[in-house]
């Protein structure tokens, strides 16, 4: 019965360890991919009642590159397809954790502790109990540091939370302009309605290029509705957006210049109405954006956390150290500091929620270089993380939106 269960124990050890390698591999070699999706055509079939032809949708076909690596994308969580961690990969997180993005961060102040660890068991050895002090001290303080803890993370989650709903507040605005002037405006206005969609598909460029304050290349599509001034783009990212807001309500003016009939069609001068109202909302939504990417958590917040961390988990081991053995004193602090270090970083990470993901094909993100010559800081995170690791990929949202808007664009009417 015993050597039964002992197979049983090291058969699915070892396919779990087997499962968290191909999970470790692809959560380090896998490059960040913009959201693609494949709209199929309809496929058309004659109408018995009528004996006109009526189109019957199909559903989208699946990547093929994901059908053959099924089983490393059935253990990765997807935004898009609605996938989430679940209790039952625990023991994969927990073994793919040396290859995590947060201890790669935090490892230099978790090797501190270490050596502080090893010089208060030296210490200890040297002078005996002269060295400990009470564990009286790191009780008291433990409450406090973890509400600190937990105040920092929920702020940082929070203004997380908030830039996604901005990016959901753009899609949804840019959708309803899109249609409200495909259908509404163009046929008394198709002039300066095809030039307004023109420039609502080339927004989210702007949008993203302003959420990573200038740090990657304005796209093409929408550098070409711009006047050619990079400089100033760089010194104010807001500058490409507020431009084509600006182009968008002369677009629409043109519109009711246009139309004959805008002077005396209550319906039309309400929906000429509504798509300025709508881009006043693009406006609100942009400086938003502009608000979370330049206004921190309060640096002095973040600096007391820190000391109080250092502190509290520097004297950690001379409160251990006589209490218990020498290598489960390490074990602790080590313990101690990659949970509590790592839950610091994470409210860090995700302050600043947007990230520059790469893109493949012809939306391919280039990023600007500093004076040293290197990418900035959230152009490198996008490259070395999965989208919705530690942020939000922007420029994977703005490609998504752009793409729906062509597609709502190039539909004909019924």
Same mark, same amino acid.
């Given at each position: ?22 999970? +470790? ?28 032809? +009526? ?26 397809? *609605? ?81 996604? *709903? ?12 899109? %249609? ?26 702007? &949008? ?22 990079? &400089? ?45 109202? &709508? ?31 250092? %502190? ?40 600043? =929620?947007?990230?520059?993901? =790469? ?13 040293? *010559? ?16 530690? *942020? ?8 998504? %939106?752009?793409?729906? &808007? ?9």
């Amino acid at each position: 019965m015993r050597n039964s269960l002992l197979f049983f124990l090291l058969l699915t050890s070892g396919s779990a360890v087997n499962a968290a390698t191909r999970a +470790a591999e692809a959560s380090t070699n896998v490059v960040s991919k913009a959201p693609s999706f494949e709209v199929s055509t309809p496929e058309v079939v004659p109408n018995g009642d009528s004996g006109q032809a +009526a189109a019957v949708p199909v559903a989208p076909v699946a990547p093929a590159d994901k059908e053959k690596d099924a089983s490393i994308y059935s253990r990765r969580p997807s935004a898009d397809a *609605g996938i989430r961690y679940n209790s039952n990969d625990w023991f994969v997180n927990f073994i793919t954790a040396p290859v995590s993005f947060t201890l790669k961060r935090i490892k230099n102040h978790v090797l501190s502790n270490v050596v502080i660890s090893l010089l208060a068991i030296y210490a200890h050895k040297q002078f005996g109990d002269q060295v400990s002090i009470p564990m009286t001290g790191h009780s008291l303080l433990g409450s406090s540091l973890g509400l600190l803890l937990s105040y920092r993370t929920n702020s940082a989650y929070g203004r997380f939370w908030e830039a996604r *709903g901005y990016w959901t507040k753009t899609k949804v605005t840019c959708r309803n302009l899109a %249609i409200l002037m495909k259908y509404h405006i163009g046929e008394h206005s198709p002039k300066a309605t095809e030039k307004f969609l023109k420039l609502i598909t080339v927004y989210p460029g702007a &949008l993203m290029f302003l959420c990573l304050g200038g740090a990657a290349k304005l796209p093409d599509y929408t550098q070409k509705y711009l006047p050619d001034k990079p &400089l100033e783009y760089l010194e104010a990212p807001n500058l490409p957006a507020v431009l084509l807001l600006i182009e968008l309500q002369k677009a629409l003016h043109e519109a009711k210049q246009e139309s004959k009939s805008a002077k005396y069609d209550l319906v039309e001068a309400a929906h000429l109405n509504a798509a300025a109202h &709508l881009i006043d909302d693009l406006m609100l939504n942009m400086a938003s954006c502009e608000k979370i990417l330049r206004t921190p958590v309060p640096w002095t917040y973040s600096r007391h956390t820190s000391r109080f961390l250092t %502190i509290w988990l520097g004297t950690l081991p001379y409160a251990l150290v006589g209490n218990m053995k020498p290598w489960l004193v390490v074990a602790i602090v080590v313990a101690a500091s990659y949970c509590m270090l790592g839950i610091e970083e994470i409210g860090h990470l995700i302050e600043q =929620p947007f990230l520059g993901d =790469p893109l493949d094909g012809e939306e391919k993100l280039y990023s600007t270089l500093d004076e040293d *010559g290197e990418a900035s800081a959230l152009i490198k995170r996008g490259r070395v993380t999965q989208p919705y690791d530690i *942020g939000i990929p922007v420029c994977s949202l703005a490609a998504q %939106i752009r793409k729906e &808007l062509k597609h709502i664009i190039a539909l004909e009417d019924h």
